[in-house]
Structures are given as structure tokens and as C-alpha cells.
């Protein structure tokens, strides 16, 4: 049963990191390419990668699922009581239940920073700029 747990919480784990590299993909690139003076890159990848069209169509519902797995992935890790399922190594050495749980936390800071970046380059970069006048 604990296999199938832990198989569960890599999913959700790997899942959030997947979902938000989707955010930068579908916001965040598009908008610094152009801000570059690269808008022929971005017309480029359009027709080569029409998928990023549809993820930009619909970035609501991809900033909402993204959201949701890196919510949960919080939850997983700090929310819930964690049991101790590691074995316990005397001489005082990494086990290697305590090396996932480190990239397990370094997977999930990673995907919050992305989905930030993409957040923020999606929803509020346009507005900041207008009202700066840029």
C-alpha cells in the first residue's frame, strides 16, 4: 500500500513540474520572444507547434490545472502529517528515501517558480505595462 502512495505522490510530483514548464510554454515564451523583437520566432513555433495555440487559447484552464497539481503537491508534502517511512541508517548517512524527499522538494520549489513566472508574464505583465506606459 505504501508503494502505491508514494507512486501516487511522484505522479502528482512530476505532474506539477510537467504542467508548469506548460505555463512558460504557453505564456511566458511567446511573451519574451516578442518583447525581444523576435515575433518571427513566435510565428515559427506557431506553425510548428500549432499545440501551443490551443494551450494559449486556453490558458485559463491551464493555469487552473497547473494550479491545482502544484496545490496539491504542497499538500502532499507539508499539509498532511508525514509518516516516517524511511528506514532509519545508524551510521548517519542519505538513505535513499531521504534523497527523494529532497528532489521531491526541489521538484516541487521548481515548478511553483515556473508557474509564477508564467502567471505573472500571462495575467499581469500587459496590465503593468499599460498602466507604466511602456
Do not use: H
Request: proline share 3%.
Amino acid at each position: 500500500m505504501q508503494i502505491l502512495t508514494k507512486i501516487k505522490e511522484d505522479f502528482v510530483s512530476i505532474g506539477s513540474l510537467f504542467t508548469s514548464i506548460s505555463t512558460l510554454l504557453c505564456c511566458t515564451l511567446p511573451s519574451l520572444l516578442v518583447a525581444l523583437g523576435m515575433g518571427a520566432v513566435v510565428a515559427g513555433l506557431a506553425s510548428d507547434l500549432p499545440w501551443l495555440i490551443t494551450m494559449s487559447k486556453y490558458k485559463d484552464w491551464t493555469f487552473l490545472i497547473a494550479g491545482t497539481m502544484i496545490g496539491f503537491n504542497f499538500w502532499l508534502f507539508y499539509g498532511r502529517k508525514r509518516k516516517q517511512t524511511c528506514e532509519i541508517d545508524g551510521n548517519g548517512n542519505e538513505t535513499p528515501c531521504d534523497t527523494a524527499a529532497r528532489w521531491s522538494k526541489v521538484i516541487l520549489w521548481v515548478s511553483f517558480g515556473l508557474y509564477v513566472l508564467g502567471l505573472f508574464s500571462a495575467y499581469l505583465l500587459l496590465p503593468i505595462q499599460k498602466f507604466l506606459g511602456v
